[in-house]
């Protein structure tokens, strides 16, 4: 579906690979002004330049959503460059697919990133979209955010609470019109997840496990963040809304 967003202002974290540039590339196409940050600078630039060579507007702040005040002073910039803003789409995370989260030092770095992380990018974008009159935050959880996982503890933890974290904040600042929803996508070909994807025999058992039979591309969950932010959704808030080829329908 094309939407237009022209004059919005749309912020994505974790901007600089996989979901989050195509969250970034969709708002691109769809007229509005996008911030791309990302702690990845090279990542970021090529998200940007992607964006310009569509006709699009789009600034690199680079920021390490567990800075607290890299966050805030991350929305202040995007004041400054762009007035205001409509759109937080609070992407960034890591997965720690070889480390073991039962140590102490991964699992707080998974805290901060992918869930404190996350409630330092509402509380900030919230701020500014209180004086707008409105906004939406679109959070990125997972299928990791509903079911279980054997092998890492502290992401599916930090998953479970994005969903928490959402729940609260569409309850929170619905009287100022500010809707908070979040995706919860399955198995998506990003960097993420390319240890599987290149191993033959792990992406055939994630494929079995997919009704649909393979693994979803980032544009995929970008077509819902955009849908969750557009007027199209004005009614729906505190949802995760599921895009995973029907991994956790059985
Ligand atoms: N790929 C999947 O199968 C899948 C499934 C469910 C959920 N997710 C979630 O989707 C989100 C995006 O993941 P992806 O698959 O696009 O992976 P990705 O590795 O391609 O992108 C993640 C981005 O986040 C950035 N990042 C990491 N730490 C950061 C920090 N401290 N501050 C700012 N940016 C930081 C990275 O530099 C990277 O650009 C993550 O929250 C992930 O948990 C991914």
């Given at each position: 579906m094309d939407y237009d967003f022209g004059g919005k202002v749309a912020l994505i974290t974790g901007a600089g690979s996989g979901i989050g540039r195509a969250t970034a590339?969709?708002?691109?196409?769809?007229?509005?002004?996008?911030?791309?940050?990302?702690?990845?600078?090279?990542?970021?630039?090529?998200?940007?330049?992607?964006?310009?060579?569509?006709?699009?507007?789009?600034?690199?702040?680079?920021?390490?959503?567990?800075?607290?005040?890299?966050?805030?002073?991350?929305?202040?910039?995007?004041?400054?460059?762009?007035?205001?803003?409509?759109?937080?789409?609070?992407?960034?995370?890591?997965?720690?697919?070889?480390?073991?989260?039962?140590?102490?030092?991964?699992?707080?770095?998974?805290?901060?990133?992918?869930?404190?992380?996350?409630?330092?990018?509402m509380r900030a974008e919230v701020k500014a979209m209180r004086e707008r009159g409105g906004g939406a935050i679109v959070n990125t959880s997972s299928i990791n955010g509903l079911t279980g996982n054997a092998s890492q503890p502290a992401y599916v933890s930090t998953k479970h609470g994005v969903i928490g974290l959402t729940r609260h904040g569409a309850l929170k600042w619905a009287k100022d019109n500010i809707r908070v929803n979040c995706v919860c996508p399955g198995v998506i070909e990003t960097a993420m997840t390319e240890a599987v994807a290149s191993n033959p025999q792990y992406r055939a058992a994630m494929e079995n496990m997919t009704p649909l039979g393979r693994m979803g591309r980032p544009e995929e969950i970008a077509g819902a963040v955009l849908w969750l932010c557009s007027d199209q959704a004005s009614f729906v808030t505190g949802h995760p809304l599921v895009i995973d080829g029907g991994a956790t329908v059985a």
């Open positions: 590339l969709a708002f691109g196409k769809s007229g509005a002004s996008v911030i791309v940050s990302d702690v990845n600078e090279q990542g970021g630039d090529e998200t940007v330049d992607l964006i310009k060579q569509t006709g699009g507007q789009a600034i690199f702040i680079r920021c390490d959503v567990a800075d607290a005040s890299a966050v805030d002073e991350m929305v202040e910039q995007a004041l400054k460059e762009y007035g205001h803003l409509d759109y937080g789409h609070n992407n960034a995370g890591i997965a720690n697919v070889q480390a073991d989260e039962w140590d102490e030092d991964v699992w707080a770095r998974s805290l901060s990133i992918n869930l404190t992380g996350v409630m330092h990018c």
